[in-house]
């Protein structure tokens, strides 16, 4: 028994097609496969060079409209007999009767795809090349086909070609009402895309010159639809940035493993970016966007030892970024634990061989580093809107730290402060962080009370040094980071307590006197840097 094919009744019979990519992918084949089920295709410039050169029959648009191409070919399907052809609804007297009287053929098929502004763009091309990339004809005619799509349909994606085909042939040479539909929604957010895109661009070339933006647009592009969101009930999908080329979770390579879930790509990018802040080779650990390790060293393997010891219990089943090539002898030291997910800028082709011993294990790789004092926004949904600002990538280095406690910080004490400090604004708020020879030995994260946190951050110190076999816990002659100033004595009084001898932190309080003076009397070197990283 076979299935009964039903025939829309409402499907659209193509007769003609105007076709006008900048991307040809496929296009040959299309064409040839259009004109099998009679169509006549018109087409423009390239489109039609290539067309031809393919042994297609293809009718120049100059020709059908009766008007040269001009102003260097920015003008040429801006014409009645263009747009008169695409918005006539082919069911209404008056608009009939004005195709016939101005002598307008019906467009049934309009398959276009845009200048490459974003392709422009990214290969650092100057500012007129950039404008002169800006598609004006294209984007109007696909709006006007979403528009018209009852009686047109709008192909924008090299994707669909085979799915109109395929439509046709159950169709004797229609398209459906239904696919019309889905064709037009697709090709408004083609427009939408691309709009953004070139929005974007604008702003960012102005620069800050006028302050904040008056309206504000982002797009993306469906790279991926994932099992779920953060819950199985949630439907979610991970979509990319057409205007950003940065290296990171979002265009990673997946090179084995399971399917990458929501909280898998979200993890992933939490912990690329925390090692993408920090200059030596280094590693770290997440576990739900919070790091329960991170360490710097000049051999990666040391450096995921160091990490690990910071808080072995919580790094089972987390994600592990690395920001130098991950080499063979750290993969196999990786694969004795159960991990979720490993990013790295490259992989060493051993290490590849040691990793497919665990083929679950998620590996990513991104080709490279993002840039750290690249200018980029984050936008936070809230109900009914959304919150934008720039990314936090505020850097502190020694030159910032301004000395307030009586005893000055040794060298070794500034290197772990700079680094504890870093690894802070990578943690939830309230943040601190325990650090000692360039590694976290105790996280707090993410309470509601600063004193909280470093009591947690302590108590996990505590619990490592259990699990490690060590006689005291790695906070004895580490230091502290706070993301943001001590409110009170109280906290840092925690901190003294595990056994730090030196404090990194914003300053700012109206009780930083008292601070200071519980630094003091504790013999603890403090630092304040003027600048938090609060992460909500």
């Given amino acids: 028994m076979t299935d009964t094919i039903i025939r829309d009744p409402n499907a659209v019979k193509i007769r003609r097609a105007l076709i006008s990519v900048s991307d040809k992918d496929g296009l040959e084949d299309f064409a040839r496969k259009l004109q099998a089920h009679g169509v006549e295709i018109l087409s423009t410039g390239g489109t039609a060079k290539a067309l031809k050169s393919a042994g297609l029959e293809v009718k120049d648009v100059s020709d059908h409209t009766g008007f040269p191409e001009i102003m260097d070919g920015r003008v040429k399907t801006l014409h009645p007999k263009i747009h008169g052809g695409i918005l006539a609804k082919r069911d209404d007297e008056s608009h009939v009767r004005a195709m016939e009287e101005n002598g307008i053929e019906g467009i049934d098929l309009l398959v276009i795809n845009l200048y490459p502004f974003v392709e422009t763009v990214q290969s650092g091309k100057g500012f007129e090349e950039c404008i002169e990339n800006i598609d004006i004809g294209g984007p109007a005619m696909i709006r006007a086909a979403a528009k018209n799509h009852k009686y047109v349909a709008i192909v924008t994606d090299p994707q669909d070609y085979e799915v109109v085909l395929n439509d046709m042939k159950i169709h004797e040479g229609g398209v459906s009402a239904k696919l019309r539909r889905q064709l037009a929604a697709t090709a408004f957010s083609l427009t939408a895309t691309y709009d953004s895109n070139i929005s974007s661009w604008m702003v960012g070339q102005i620069g800050d010159e006028f302050g904040v933006p008056r309206r504000i647009s982002f797009s993306g592009n469906l790279k991926q639809t994932l099992r779920y969101g953060e ?60 790091p329960c390790g991170v360490a710097s060293h000049k051999d990666t393997l040391e450096a995921y030892k160091r990490a690990l010891a910071c808080d072995p219990v919580s790094a089972f089943g987390g994600i ?28 060493e082709g051993p290490a590849l061989d040691i990793l497919k011993k665990k083929d679950k294990i998620r590996v990513l790789t991104t080709g490279g580093m993002p840039a750290r004092d690249q200018k980029r926004r984050m936008v936070t949904r809230i109900a009914g809107g959304l919150l934008v600002q720039d990314v936090d990538n505020g850097q502190i280095g020694q030159d910032d730290l301004k000395v307030v406690s009586d005893r000055a910080p040794t060298a070794q004490e500034i290197a772990d402060m700079l680094f504890a400090f870093r690894v802070a604004k990578h943690v939830k708020s309230n943040a601190i962080v325990y650090a000692k020879d360039l590694a976290t030995v105790g996280i707090g994260a993410g309470q509601m009370s600063r004193v909280d946190s470093a009591r947690i951050a302590a108590w996990k110190a505590v619990e490592a040094a259990k699990e490690m076999g060590l006689d005291a816990p790695l906070t004895k002659g580490g230091v502290v980071a706070s993301d943001a100033f001590f409110p009170f004595a109280d906290g840092l009084i925690s901190a003294a307590e595990a056994g730090v001898t030196a404090v990194i932190q914003p300053g700012g309080s109206i009780r930083d006197d008292e601070v200071i003076e519980a630094a003091n009397e504790r013999g603890l070197a403090m630092v304040m840097t003027g600048m938090r990283h609060f992460r909500h």
């Fill in 231 to 290: 819950n199985p009930h949630q439907t979610a999908a991970l979509y990319t940035v057409d205007g950003s080329l940065r290296p990171g979770a979002a265009r990673a390579t997946q090179v084995q493993g399971k399917e990458l879930s929501y909280n898998n790509l979200n993890d992933t990018n939490a912990a690329f970016e925390l090692v993408a802040d920090l200059d030596e080779p280094s590693v770290a650990i997440i576990k739900h966007a919070n």
């Fill in 320 to 347: 592990i970024a690395v920001n130098r090539t991950l080499t063979a002898a750290l993969a196999e030291e990786i694969i004795k634990r159960f991990v979720e997910v490993i990013i790295a800028p490259d992989i």
